[in-house]
């Protein structure tokens, strides 16, 4: 199986604007990579969906400069891909950002075509271990016109007619400070009851002072994480925090490289 070419799509629609701790997200973004091969096989991948402020125009570029690197190759060799198109591309284009989110679409679409040559899905080429697996819905965001009330009845929602047992909210927000965000984590604990997990997340929002305050302030509302709440490189931050805090503390949702997590994980900087 060879890759005969690989094409981009952007999509844009409307909906109402949501922001966390640090940016705002308006208009719905999707970035679409299509990769087509000479036996017939195609696979999809994509950027974008909730965090779509990022400029998803430069994205099709990346595309472009990635394809003469691909065409030829073997799609079902996803690892050898990452690497030369990753590691291998460092002194070009840099250790992460846009082209590593490109670079993962490319490799979705791979793992796709793999998975159809193989007839197997994805979940099981990875091992496929579960059946069932535990999840959350995130969302409360800040938005206008949201307080509390609001905030409540969106979670409500969430357990009693979408039946989760987990949801997670934003905090962070410099408008709202530690004092508004706290009331945030009241009031959502007091509308999904003591048996619904709770989790927060500040997007890598906060200094290492602040954050000590809401780790041990979220602990009486039982909260199960604190995600993200410093900026992803401070190593030394995330084991002062870990060391302290009184709930667990997670990390790595943006992380690109595999030097980056061994350095998080050297540090003890996620629970």
């Given at each position: 199986?060879?890759i005969t070419d ?231 931050g995330h084991r ?32």
């Amino acid at each position: 199986v060879k890759i005969t070419d690989i094409t981009s799509e952007l999509f844009v629609w409307d909906r109402p604007g949501i922001w966390n701790g640090s940016h705002f997200y308006g208009p719905g973004r999707l970035h679409v990579v299509t990769v087509y091969t000479d036996q017939g096989i195609t696979g999809k991948g994509w950027n974008g969906g909730t965090a779509a402020e990022r400029p998803l125009s430069l994205m099709p570029g990346y595309v472009e400069y990635f394809k003469p690197l691909l065409i030829g190759r073997d799609p079902r060799n996803t690892k050898d891909i990452a690497q030369d198109l990753g590691e291998g591309q460092i002194k070009i284009l840099g250790p992460a950002g846009l082209n590593t989110q490109v670079l993962a679409a490319i490799n979705i679409a791979c793992w796709d075509i793999k998975g159809k040559a193989e007839n197997i899905s994805v979940h099981n080429l990875l091992g496929g271990a579960q059946k069932r697996i535990r999840t959350y819905i995130a969302g409360g965001y800040y938005s206008t016109g949201k307080g509390l009330k609001e905030l409540q009845d969106e979670v409500r929602y969430n357990v009693e007619e979408l039946h989760s047992a987990a949801v997670k909210i934003k905090i962070g927000s410099p408008t709202e400070g530690f004092s508004g965000d706290m009331r945030r984590v009241e009031a959502a604990r007091d509308a999904i009851g003591s048996e619904v997990v709770l989790m927060v997340d500040a997007n890598c929002s906060l200094d290492l002072p602040t954050a000590l305050q809401f780790a041990q302030a979220l602990a009486d509302y039982n909260v199960y994480w604190f995600e993200e709440p410093l900026p992803i490189h401070d190593y030394e931050g995330h084991r002062k925090l870990v060391a302290q805090s009184g709930v667990k503390i997670a990390t790595g949702e943006n992380g690109y490289t595999a030097a980056h997590f061994k350095t998080l994980l050297d540090h003890h900087g996620a629970s």
